[in-house]
Protein backbone atom coordinates (compact mmCIF):
# COMPACT_ATOMS: atom_id res chain seq x y z
CA UNK A 1 0.00 0.00 0.00
CA UNK A 2 2.43 2.34 0.58
CA UNK A 3 4.09 1.58 -2.79
CA UNK A 4 1.32 2.38 -4.03
CA UNK A 5 0.88 5.64 -2.08
CA UNK A 6 4.47 6.60 -2.91
CA UNK A 7 3.56 6.35 -7.39
CA UNK A 8 3.61 9.52 -9.06
CA UNK A 9 0.88 7.94 -11.31
CA UNK A 10 -1.70 6.92 -8.13
CA UNK A 11 -0.82 10.67 -6.58
CA UNK A 12 -1.73 12.13 -10.42
CA UNK A 13 -4.75 10.11 -10.34
CA UNK A 14 -5.96 11.60 -6.95
CA UNK A 15 -5.22 15.18 -8.57
CA UNK A 16 -6.92 14.05 -11.88
CA UNK A 17 -10.20 12.82 -9.64
CA UNK A 18 -10.28 15.93 -7.38
CA UNK A 19 -9.59 18.32 -10.40
CA UNK A 20 -12.85 16.71 -12.21
CA UNK A 21 -14.63 17.06 -9.07
CA UNK A 22 -14.05 20.69 -8.71
CA UNK A 23 -14.84 21.62 -12.54
CA UNK A 24 -18.03 20.05 -12.33
CA UNK A 25 -18.81 21.78 -9.11
CA UNK A 26 -21.46 24.13 -8.98
CA UNK A 27 -19.98 27.11 -7.94
CA UNK A 28 -22.06 29.60 -9.66
CA UNK A 29 -25.67 28.50 -7.96
CA UNK A 30 -24.11 28.80 -4.41
CA UNK A 31 -26.11 31.92 -2.71
CA UNK A 32 -25.77 32.47 1.07
CA UNK A 33 -27.27 31.68 3.14
CA UNK A 34 -27.71 28.01 2.01
CA UNK A 35 -30.58 25.80 2.21
CA UNK A 36 -30.38 23.19 4.63
CA UNK A 37 -28.45 19.82 2.40
CA UNK A 38 -27.08 22.11 -0.13
CA UNK A 39 -23.48 20.93 0.50
CA UNK A 40 -25.47 17.41 -0.54
CA UNK A 41 -26.81 18.47 -3.37
CA UNK A 42 -23.65 20.84 -4.53
CA UNK A 43 -20.84 17.69 -3.88
CA UNK A 44 -23.89 15.08 -5.75
CA UNK A 45 -23.76 17.61 -9.01
CA UNK A 46 -19.70 17.40 -8.83
CA UNK A 47 -19.70 13.68 -8.88
CA UNK A 48 -22.38 13.35 -11.67
CA UNK A 49 -21.09 15.75 -13.68
CA UNK A 50 -19.60 15.15 -17.34
CA UNK A 51 -16.09 16.26 -16.98
CA UNK A 52 -16.20 13.58 -13.94
CA UNK A 53 -17.56 10.62 -16.72
CA UNK A 54 -15.09 11.94 -19.23
CA UNK A 55 -11.84 11.79 -16.97
CA UNK A 56 -12.83 8.18 -15.31
CA UNK A 57 -11.16 6.32 -17.70
CA UNK A 58 -8.07 8.72 -17.95
CA UNK A 59 -7.73 9.08 -13.83
CA UNK A 60 -8.21 5.23 -13.68
CA UNK A 61 -5.33 4.36 -15.96
CA UNK A 62 -2.95 6.42 -14.72
CA UNK A 63 -1.53 4.81 -11.22
CA UNK A 64 -0.71 1.46 -11.92
CA UNK A 65 -2.32 0.25 -15.28
CA UNK A 66 1.40 -0.30 -17.70
CA UNK A 67 3.13 -1.31 -14.55
CA UNK A 68 3.87 -4.66 -15.82
CA UNK A 69 5.05 -2.99 -19.35
CA UNK A 70 7.63 -1.12 -17.59
CA UNK A 71 8.38 -4.07 -14.96
CA UNK A 72 9.32 -6.41 -17.70
CA UNK A 73 10.83 -3.88 -20.40
CA UNK A 74 13.07 -2.67 -17.81
CA UNK A 75 14.39 -6.15 -16.84
CA UNK A 76 13.12 -5.59 -13.40
CA UNK A 77 10.64 -8.73 -13.14
CA UNK A 78 12.84 -11.24 -13.68
CA UNK A 79 15.49 -10.26 -10.80
CA UNK A 80 12.06 -9.67 -8.37
CA UNK A 81 10.64 -13.05 -9.30
CA UNK A 82 13.76 -14.87 -7.89
CA UNK A 83 12.86 -13.12 -4.43
CA UNK A 84 8.96 -14.10 -4.48
CA UNK A 85 6.74 -16.46 -6.14
CA UNK A 86 4.23 -15.77 -9.38
CA UNK A 87 1.36 -16.37 -6.98
CA UNK A 88 2.66 -13.87 -4.57
CA UNK A 89 3.78 -11.46 -7.56
CA UNK A 90 0.01 -12.08 -9.22
CA UNK A 91 -1.52 -11.66 -6.31
CA UNK A 92 0.09 -8.71 -5.01
CA UNK A 93 -0.32 -7.12 -8.69
CA UNK A 94 -3.93 -7.80 -9.32
CA UNK A 95 -4.83 -6.57 -5.86
CA UNK A 96 -2.55 -3.45 -6.38
CA UNK A 97 -4.16 -2.50 -9.82
CA UNK A 98 -7.54 -3.10 -8.79
CA UNK A 99 -6.54 -0.23 -5.97
CA UNK A 100 -4.81 1.78 -7.77
CA UNK A 101 -7.91 2.54 -10.06
CA UNK A 102 -10.56 2.42 -7.02
CA UNK A 103 -8.59 4.43 -4.74
CA UNK A 104 -8.05 7.59 -6.07
CA UNK A 105 -11.67 8.23 -6.89
CA UNK A 106 -12.09 7.22 -3.19
CA UNK A 107 -10.12 9.23 -1.52
CA UNK A 108 -10.56 12.66 -3.92
CA UNK A 109 -14.17 11.88 -3.56
CA UNK A 110 -13.54 11.77 0.68
CA UNK A 111 -11.78 14.86 0.77
CA UNK A 112 -14.15 16.70 -1.39
CA UNK A 113 -16.94 15.50 0.80
CA UNK A 114 -14.69 16.71 3.82
CA UNK A 115 -14.15 20.15 2.44
CA UNK A 116 -17.78 20.61 1.45
CA UNK A 117 -18.41 19.72 4.83
CA UNK A 118 -16.30 22.28 6.76
CA UNK A 119 -16.88 24.76 3.92
CA UNK A 120 -20.23 24.94 3.08
CA UNK A 121 -22.51 22.80 5.97
CA UNK A 122 -21.80 26.31 8.50
CA UNK A 123 -23.12 28.82 5.77
CA UNK A 124 -26.24 26.51 5.31
CA UNK A 125 -29.78 27.37 7.52
CA UNK A 126 -30.65 25.53 10.33
CA UNK A 127 -32.49 22.18 9.45
CA UNK A 128 -32.08 18.70 9.23
CA UNK A 129 -30.25 16.17 7.00
CA UNK A 130 -31.17 12.61 6.63
CA UNK A 131 -28.50 10.01 6.51
CA UNK A 132 -30.35 8.90 3.48
CA UNK A 133 -29.13 11.65 1.21
CA UNK A 134 -25.97 11.07 3.23
CA UNK A 135 -25.75 7.22 2.19
CA UNK A 136 -26.80 8.26 -1.36
CA UNK A 137 -24.24 10.33 -2.06
CA UNK A 138 -21.51 8.16 -0.60
CA UNK A 139 -23.03 5.31 -2.60
CA UNK A 140 -22.42 7.90 -6.39
CA UNK A 141 -18.82 8.19 -5.00
CA UNK A 142 -18.51 3.90 -4.34
CA UNK A 143 -19.94 3.07 -7.48
CA UNK A 144 -17.53 5.60 -9.54
CA UNK A 145 -14.71 4.05 -7.24
CA UNK A 146 -15.25 0.28 -8.45
CA UNK A 147 -15.45 1.91 -11.87
CA UNK A 148 -12.01 3.23 -11.89
CA UNK A 149 -11.24 -0.16 -10.14
CA UNK A 150 -12.59 -2.67 -13.19
CA UNK A 151 -11.41 0.23 -15.77
CA UNK A 152 -7.71 -0.34 -13.74
CA UNK A 153 -7.82 -3.82 -14.02
CA UNK A 154 -8.68 -3.80 -17.96
CA UNK A 155 -5.68 -1.15 -18.29
CA UNK A 156 -3.28 -4.28 -16.34
CA UNK A 157 -4.88 -7.04 -19.03
CA UNK A 158 -3.94 -5.06 -21.85
CA UNK A 159 -0.45 -4.17 -20.36
CA UNK A 160 0.35 -8.24 -20.39
CA UNK A 161 -1.36 -9.09 -23.20
CA UNK A 162 0.17 -6.09 -25.72
CA UNK A 163 3.08 -5.43 -23.40
CA UNK A 164 2.64 -1.94 -25.10
CA UNK A 165 1.80 1.36 -23.02
CA UNK A 166 -0.02 2.64 -26.05
CA UNK A 167 -2.73 0.02 -25.80
CA UNK A 168 -2.24 -0.37 -21.82
CA UNK A 169 -3.30 3.33 -21.26
CA UNK A 170 -5.31 3.92 -24.26
CA UNK A 171 -7.13 0.90 -24.71
CA UNK A 172 -9.18 0.74 -21.49
CA UNK A 173 -10.35 4.55 -22.33
CA UNK A 174 -11.50 3.10 -25.52
CA UNK A 175 -13.86 0.55 -24.25
CA UNK A 176 -15.25 3.15 -21.65
CA UNK A 177 -16.39 5.05 -24.87
CA UNK A 178 -17.56 2.29 -26.70
CA UNK A 179 -19.62 1.38 -24.20
CA UNK A 180 -21.04 4.96 -24.57
CA UNK A 181 -21.46 4.94 -28.20
CA UNK A 182 -23.19 1.69 -28.22
CA UNK A 183 -25.99 3.34 -25.82
CA UNK A 184 -26.32 6.37 -27.15
CA UNK A 185 -26.22 5.69 -31.25
CA UNK A 186 -27.36 2.22 -31.38
CA UNK A 187 -29.07 0.52 -28.69
CA UNK A 188 -30.47 2.89 -26.18
CA UNK A 189 -32.21 0.60 -23.94
CA UNK A 190 -28.94 -1.12 -23.31
CA UNK A 191 -28.20 0.76 -19.82
CA UNK A 192 -26.55 -1.89 -17.99
CA UNK A 193 -23.67 -1.29 -19.90
CA UNK A 194 -23.98 2.60 -19.99
CA UNK A 195 -21.07 4.66 -17.37
CA UNK A 196 -23.20 6.94 -17.36
CA UNK A 197 -25.82 4.90 -15.20
CA UNK A 198 -23.24 3.01 -13.41
CA UNK A 199 -23.05 6.39 -11.42
CA UNK A 200 -26.18 7.56 -12.03
CA UNK A 201 -27.87 4.36 -10.87
CA UNK A 202 -31.56 5.35 -12.15
CA UNK A 203 -32.87 2.87 -14.22
CA UNK A 204 -34.34 -0.52 -13.08
CA UNK A 205 -31.58 -2.86 -10.89
CA UNK A 206 -33.84 -4.68 -9.05
CA UNK A 207 -34.81 -4.75 -5.32
CA UNK A 208 -32.70 -1.43 -3.80
CA UNK A 209 -30.65 -1.06 -6.47
CA UNK A 210 -29.19 -4.15 -4.99
CA UNK A 211 -28.84 -5.19 -8.56
CA UNK A 212 -25.51 -2.66 -9.51
CA UNK A 213 -23.59 -3.44 -6.77
CA UNK A 214 -24.00 -7.33 -7.92
CA UNK A 215 -22.99 -6.19 -11.16
CA UNK A 216 -19.82 -4.17 -9.95
CA UNK A 217 -18.88 -7.24 -7.75
CA UNK A 218 -19.04 -9.73 -10.58
CA UNK A 219 -17.58 -7.83 -13.25
CA UNK A 220 -14.49 -6.97 -10.72
CA UNK A 221 -14.07 -10.48 -10.12
CA UNK A 222 -14.64 -11.15 -13.52
CA UNK A 223 -11.74 -8.50 -14.85
CA UNK A 224 -9.25 -9.64 -11.77
CA UNK A 225 -9.63 -13.32 -12.21
CA UNK A 226 -8.98 -12.90 -16.29
CA UNK A 227 -5.93 -10.64 -15.37
CA UNK A 228 -4.43 -13.20 -13.20
CA UNK A 229 -4.79 -15.73 -15.58
CA UNK A 230 -3.11 -14.16 -18.05
CA UNK A 231 -0.43 -12.64 -15.83
CA UNK A 232 -0.32 -16.73 -14.79
CA UNK A 233 0.54 -17.45 -18.47
CA UNK A 234 3.05 -14.41 -19.23
CA UNK A 235 5.30 -15.41 -16.43
CA UNK A 236 5.49 -18.73 -17.43
CA UNK A 237 7.48 -17.73 -20.17
CA UNK A 238 9.90 -16.18 -18.03
CA UNK B 1 11.25 3.71 -64.23
CA UNK B 2 13.98 2.30 -62.00
CA UNK B 3 13.57 5.40 -59.49
CA UNK B 4 9.83 4.76 -59.50
CA UNK B 5 9.99 1.12 -58.77
CA UNK B 6 12.56 2.40 -55.57
CA UNK B 7 9.98 4.94 -54.66
CA UNK B 8 7.53 2.15 -54.51
CA UNK B 9 9.64 -0.60 -52.92
CA UNK B 10 10.45 1.96 -50.15
CA UNK B 11 6.80 3.35 -49.70
CA UNK B 12 5.61 -0.69 -49.56
CA UNK B 13 8.30 -1.14 -46.83
CA UNK B 14 7.30 1.54 -44.33
CA UNK B 15 3.79 -0.09 -44.70
CA UNK B 16 5.50 -3.13 -43.46
CA UNK B 17 3.76 -3.64 -39.84
CA UNK B 18 1.76 -0.45 -40.26
CA UNK B 19 -1.46 -1.67 -39.55
CA UNK B 20 -0.21 -3.74 -36.72
CA UNK B 21 1.73 -0.95 -34.87
CA UNK B 22 -0.45 -0.13 -31.61
CA UNK B 23 0.36 3.52 -32.20
CA UNK B 24 -1.34 3.29 -35.44
CA UNK B 25 -3.81 1.35 -33.59
CA UNK B 26 -4.60 3.54 -30.85
CA UNK B 27 -4.70 6.89 -33.27
CA UNK B 28 -7.75 5.18 -35.20
CA UNK B 29 -9.31 4.10 -32.37
CA UNK B 30 -8.92 7.35 -30.71
CA UNK B 31 -10.61 9.12 -33.91
CA UNK B 32 -13.47 6.79 -33.71
CA UNK B 33 -14.20 8.20 -30.38
CA UNK B 34 -13.62 11.55 -31.34
CA UNK B 35 -15.20 11.70 -34.08
CA UNK B 36 -18.35 10.15 -32.06
CA UNK B 37 -17.78 13.85 -29.66
CA UNK B 38 -17.93 16.08 -32.86
CA UNK B 39 -20.73 14.41 -35.01
CA UNK B 40 -23.04 15.08 -31.30
CA UNK B 41 -23.83 18.62 -33.13
CA UNK B 42 -25.42 17.08 -36.57
CA UNK B 43 -27.17 14.10 -34.46
CA UNK B 44 -28.37 16.73 -31.90
CA UNK B 45 -30.08 19.16 -34.90
CA UNK B 46 -31.55 15.73 -36.36
CA UNK B 47 -32.73 15.34 -33.40
CA UNK B 48 -34.21 18.85 -32.38
CA UNK B 49 -35.98 18.93 -36.06
CA UNK B 50 -36.50 14.89 -35.42
CA UNK B 51 -35.95 14.40 -39.33
CA UNK B 52 -33.05 12.53 -41.16
CA UNK B 53 -30.50 13.74 -42.96
CA UNK B 54 -28.47 12.65 -46.18
CA UNK B 55 -25.40 10.30 -45.17
CA UNK B 56 -22.68 12.48 -45.75
CA UNK B 57 -23.95 15.41 -43.88
CA UNK B 58 -22.96 15.04 -40.44
CA UNK B 59 -19.55 14.76 -42.23
CA UNK B 60 -19.73 17.88 -43.93
CA UNK B 61 -21.49 20.00 -40.64
CA UNK B 62 -18.92 18.36 -38.41
CA UNK B 63 -15.68 19.40 -40.74
CA UNK B 64 -16.75 22.04 -42.34
CA UNK B 65 -15.67 23.44 -38.49
CA UNK B 66 -12.46 24.59 -37.65
CA UNK B 67 -12.49 23.40 -34.15
CA UNK B 68 -13.37 19.74 -35.30
CA UNK B 69 -10.37 20.03 -38.25
CA UNK B 70 -7.85 21.10 -35.61
CA UNK B 71 -8.66 18.20 -33.54
CA UNK B 72 -8.93 15.73 -36.06
CA UNK B 73 -5.90 17.19 -36.74
CA UNK B 74 -3.84 16.67 -33.62
CA UNK B 75 -4.54 13.07 -33.60
CA UNK B 76 -2.27 13.17 -36.76
CA UNK B 77 1.10 14.47 -34.65
CA UNK B 78 0.70 10.93 -32.52
CA UNK B 79 -0.16 8.98 -36.08
CA UNK B 80 3.57 10.82 -37.82
CA UNK B 81 5.43 10.42 -34.41
CA UNK B 82 7.74 7.94 -35.78
CA UNK B 83 9.02 10.10 -39.46
CA UNK B 84 10.91 10.01 -40.90
CA UNK B 85 10.68 5.95 -41.27
CA UNK B 86 13.68 4.69 -39.63
CA UNK B 87 14.73 0.81 -39.74
CA UNK B 88 17.51 -1.66 -39.66
CA UNK B 89 16.49 -1.63 -43.38
CA UNK B 90 16.77 1.60 -43.87
CA UNK B 91 20.98 1.80 -44.74
CA UNK B 92 20.24 -1.43 -47.34
CA UNK B 93 18.16 0.91 -49.32
CA UNK B 94 19.99 3.74 -49.07
CA UNK B 95 23.06 2.08 -51.16
CA UNK B 96 20.89 1.18 -53.59
CA UNK B 97 18.93 4.30 -53.91
CA UNK B 98 19.00 8.02 -54.04
CA UNK B 99 18.64 9.95 -50.08
CA UNK B 100 16.28 12.32 -52.99
CA UNK B 101 14.30 9.38 -53.61
CA UNK B 102 14.05 7.71 -50.18
CA UNK B 103 12.40 10.99 -48.74
CA UNK B 104 10.10 11.00 -51.97
CA UNK B 105 8.93 7.62 -50.68
CA UNK B 106 8.49 9.44 -47.45
CA UNK B 107 6.49 11.38 -48.61
CA UNK B 108 4.50 9.41 -50.50
CA UNK B 109 4.03 7.54 -47.33
CA UNK B 110 2.97 10.78 -45.50
CA UNK B 111 0.04 11.32 -48.61
CA UNK B 112 -1.69 7.87 -48.19
CA UNK B 113 -1.46 7.35 -44.81
CA UNK B 114 -3.36 10.94 -44.34
CA UNK B 115 -6.19 10.28 -47.36
CA UNK B 116 -6.59 6.54 -45.30
CA UNK B 117 -7.26 8.44 -42.27
CA UNK B 118 -9.01 11.01 -43.53
CA UNK B 119 -11.09 8.20 -45.65
CA UNK B 120 -11.57 6.40 -42.43
CA UNK B 121 -12.86 9.72 -40.94
CA UNK B 122 -15.50 10.47 -43.01
CA UNK B 123 -16.12 6.67 -43.05
CA UNK B 124 -16.73 6.95 -39.11
CA UNK B 125 -18.79 10.07 -39.38
CA UNK B 126 -21.53 8.15 -41.54
CA UNK B 127 -21.60 5.14 -39.18
CA UNK B 128 -22.10 6.89 -36.04
CA UNK B 129 -25.16 8.41 -37.61
CA UNK B 130 -26.02 6.04 -39.82
CA UNK B 131 -29.34 5.62 -37.78
CA UNK B 132 -30.90 8.54 -39.03
CA UNK B 133 -29.02 9.13 -42.01
CA UNK B 134 -30.54 7.82 -46.29
CA UNK B 135 -28.22 7.41 -48.84
CA UNK B 136 -29.13 9.86 -51.75
CA UNK B 137 -27.31 12.45 -53.16
CA UNK B 138 -29.96 14.72 -52.45
CA UNK B 139 -29.99 17.83 -49.35
CA UNK B 140 -31.93 16.27 -46.87
CA UNK B 141 -35.08 18.38 -44.99
CA UNK B 142 -32.58 18.70 -42.14
CA UNK B 143 -30.26 21.04 -44.19
CA UNK B 144 -32.68 22.99 -45.89
CA UNK B 145 -34.38 23.98 -42.31
CA UNK B 146 -30.52 24.58 -40.93
CA UNK B 147 -30.00 26.48 -43.92
CA UNK B 148 -33.31 28.61 -43.77
CA UNK B 149 -32.96 28.96 -40.00
CA UNK B 150 -30.08 31.16 -37.42
CA UNK B 151 -29.78 27.73 -36.00
CA UNK B 152 -27.19 26.67 -38.30
CA UNK B 153 -24.97 29.81 -38.43
CA UNK B 154 -25.12 29.74 -34.15
CA UNK B 155 -24.04 26.21 -34.51
CA UNK B 156 -21.14 27.06 -37.56
CA UNK B 157 -22.79 25.08 -39.49
CA UNK B 158 -22.03 24.99 -43.14
CA UNK B 159 -25.25 24.62 -44.08
CA UNK B 160 -26.50 27.61 -46.33
CA UNK B 161 -29.06 28.35 -48.88
CA UNK B 162 -26.23 29.45 -51.21
CA UNK B 163 -24.21 25.64 -50.42
CA UNK B 164 -27.19 24.21 -51.55
CA UNK B 165 -27.48 25.66 -54.56
CA UNK B 166 -24.31 25.46 -56.16
CA UNK B 167 -23.50 21.88 -55.13
CA UNK B 168 -24.36 17.83 -54.04
CA UNK B 169 -24.16 16.57 -50.74
CA UNK B 170 -21.01 14.61 -52.54
CA UNK B 171 -19.81 17.16 -54.43
CA UNK B 172 -19.46 19.19 -51.20
CA UNK B 173 -18.00 16.75 -48.90
CA UNK B 174 -15.46 15.85 -51.37
CA UNK B 175 -14.30 19.33 -51.33
CA UNK B 176 -14.00 19.48 -47.95
CA UNK B 177 -12.18 15.97 -47.53
CA UNK B 178 -9.69 17.57 -50.21
CA UNK B 179 -9.18 20.70 -47.95
CA UNK B 180 -8.62 18.84 -44.86
CA UNK B 181 -6.35 16.50 -47.19
CA UNK B 182 -4.24 19.61 -48.07
CA UNK B 183 -4.20 20.50 -44.42
CA UNK B 184 -3.15 17.26 -42.58
CA UNK B 185 -0.39 17.17 -45.25
CA UNK B 186 1.52 20.12 -45.15
CA UNK B 187 1.26 19.95 -41.02
CA UNK B 188 2.26 16.49 -41.66
CA UNK B 189 5.18 17.89 -43.75
CA UNK B 190 6.24 20.51 -41.55
CA UNK B 191 6.60 17.81 -38.81
CA UNK B 192 8.72 15.72 -41.10
CA UNK B 193 10.93 18.44 -41.69
CA UNK B 194 11.30 19.64 -38.14
CA UNK B 195 11.93 15.90 -37.14
CA UNK B 196 14.61 15.64 -39.52
CA UNK B 197 16.29 19.19 -38.67
CA UNK B 198 15.74 19.04 -35.13
CA UNK B 199 14.63 15.86 -33.87
CA UNK B 200 11.28 13.86 -32.51
CA UNK B 201 10.61 17.19 -29.56
CA UNK B 202 10.87 19.87 -32.36
CA UNK B 203 8.50 17.76 -34.78
CA UNK B 204 6.04 17.34 -32.15
CA UNK B 205 6.41 21.54 -31.13
CA UNK B 206 6.27 22.47 -34.66
CA UNK B 207 2.72 20.52 -34.80
CA UNK B 208 1.29 22.06 -31.91
CA UNK B 209 2.37 25.28 -32.71
CA UNK B 210 1.38 25.30 -36.45
CA UNK B 211 -1.99 24.24 -34.96
CA UNK B 212 -2.23 26.52 -32.27
CA UNK B 213 -1.52 29.46 -35.18
CA UNK B 214 -4.16 28.76 -36.65
CA UNK B 215 -6.62 28.23 -33.57
CA UNK B 216 -5.39 31.64 -32.49
CA UNK B 217 -6.33 33.00 -36.37
CA UNK B 218 -9.83 31.72 -35.98
CA UNK B 219 -12.26 34.87 -36.38
CA UNK B 220 -14.16 33.52 -33.60
CA UNK B 221 -11.43 33.21 -31.16
CA UNK B 222 -9.79 37.20 -32.44
CA UNK B 223 -13.01 38.71 -31.84
CA UNK B 224 -13.02 37.51 -28.05
CA UNK B 225 -9.35 38.53 -27.73
CA UNK B 226 -9.61 41.99 -29.57
CA UNK B 227 -13.05 42.44 -28.20
CA UNK B 228 -14.52 43.22 -31.15
CA UNK B 229 -18.14 43.04 -32.26
CA UNK B 230 -19.67 41.15 -35.08
CA UNK B 231 -19.74 44.11 -37.54
CA UNK B 232 -15.87 45.03 -36.89
CA UNK B 233 -14.67 41.93 -37.71
CA UNK B 234 -15.16 41.94 -41.33
CA UNK B 235 -12.11 43.19 -42.23
CA UNK B 236 -10.11 40.80 -39.72
CA UNK B 237 -12.04 37.76 -41.03
CA UNK B 238 -11.24 38.88 -44.28
CA UNK B 239 -7.37 38.71 -43.90
CA UNK B 240 -7.48 35.77 -41.45
CA UNK B 241 -9.34 34.12 -43.90
CA UNK B 242 -6.18 34.40 -46.34
CA UNK B 243 -3.52 34.15 -43.79
CA UNK B 244 -4.44 31.33 -41.40
CA UNK B 245 -3.88 27.70 -43.12
CA UNK B 246 -7.18 26.59 -40.67
CA UNK B 247 -9.19 28.95 -42.55
CA UNK B 248 -8.09 27.85 -45.88
CA UNK B 249 -9.09 24.07 -44.73
CA UNK B 250 -12.36 25.39 -43.29
CA UNK B 251 -14.86 25.14 -45.93
CA UNK B 252 -17.06 27.79 -44.52
CA UNK B 253 -14.43 30.25 -44.88
CA UNK B 254 -14.33 30.42 -48.70
CA UNK B 255 -15.83 32.55 -51.29
CA UNK B 256 -19.41 32.25 -51.18
CA UNK B 257 -19.95 35.67 -53.16
CA UNK B 258 -20.45 37.47 -50.14
CA UNK B 259 -16.86 38.29 -48.95
CA UNK B 260 -13.73 38.88 -50.62
CA UNK B 261 -11.99 34.85 -49.31
CA UNK B 262 -10.14 32.61 -51.69
CA UNK B 263 -11.90 30.14 -53.48
CA UNK B 264 -11.38 26.24 -52.79
CA UNK B 265 -9.38 25.95 -56.18
CA UNK B 266 -7.09 29.20 -54.26
CA UNK B 267 -7.01 27.36 -51.24
CA UNK B 268 -5.90 23.91 -52.57
CA UNK B 269 -3.38 26.38 -54.65
CA UNK B 270 -1.85 28.03 -51.65
CA UNK B 271 -1.83 24.72 -49.75
CA UNK B 272 0.32 23.07 -52.72
CA UNK B 273 2.38 26.16 -52.58
CA UNK B 274 3.14 25.41 -49.27
CA UNK B 275 3.79 21.63 -49.83
CA UNK B 276 6.21 22.84 -52.60
CA UNK B 277 8.11 24.61 -50.03
CA UNK B 278 8.09 22.53 -47.20
CA UNK B 279 8.97 19.85 -49.80
CA UNK B 280 12.29 21.96 -50.72
CA UNK B 281 13.55 22.59 -47.37
CA UNK B 282 13.13 19.14 -46.30
CA UNK B 283 15.37 17.81 -49.39
CA UNK B 284 17.27 20.63 -48.42
CA UNK B 285 17.76 19.44 -45.12
CA UNK B 286 18.42 15.28 -46.35
CA UNK B 287 21.73 17.02 -47.20
CA UNK B 288 22.36 17.63 -43.82
CA UNK B 289 20.38 15.02 -42.19
CA UNK B 290 22.54 12.45 -39.82
CA UNK B 291 21.24 8.95 -40.11
CA UNK B 292 22.46 7.77 -37.09
CA UNK B 293 19.57 5.67 -35.31
CA UNK B 294 18.12 2.71 -37.81
CA UNK B 295 16.85 0.84 -35.04
CA UNK B 296 13.13 2.48 -35.95
CA UNK B 297 10.26 3.28 -33.07
Redesign the interface.
Known sequence: MKELLRDRGFQAAVLVSFLAMALGFPFYQAKIPLNPGSFLEFYQTALEAQTMLFLIPVAAVLSPGAAYVRESSSGFLKLYLTRTSRMEYIRTKTWRIYAGGFLPFFLAGTGGFLLCFFFLYPLELKGSISWKEIRSVLEILLRISFTGGILAEFSGIFAVV?R?Y??AY??P??IY??M??LKE??LPKLYAWYPGEWVVCQEDWGTDQMGIWIFFLVISLAVMLIHSLILYRRLREI | MEGARQVTAAVRWNFLGFFKNPRVIITFLFSFILCFFLSDRAMMVADYYDSSMQALEPFIWTFGDADSILLCSLLLILLFLDLPKLSPFTPYMLFRMKKSRWLLAQFFYIFLVTVLYMAYVLLVTGILCMQKTYPGNIWSKTAALLAYSGMGRDLSVPSTVKVMESTTPVSCSFQIMVLLICYALTLSFLMLLFQMKSGRKAAIGAGLFYSLFGFLLNPDILAKILRKEEYEMFLVRRITGWVSPLNHATYGMHDFGYDVLPSIGQSCMIFLVLLLFLSFLSFYTLKKYNFSSFTGD
Do not use: H
Open positions: FNYMGLFVYMIIRY
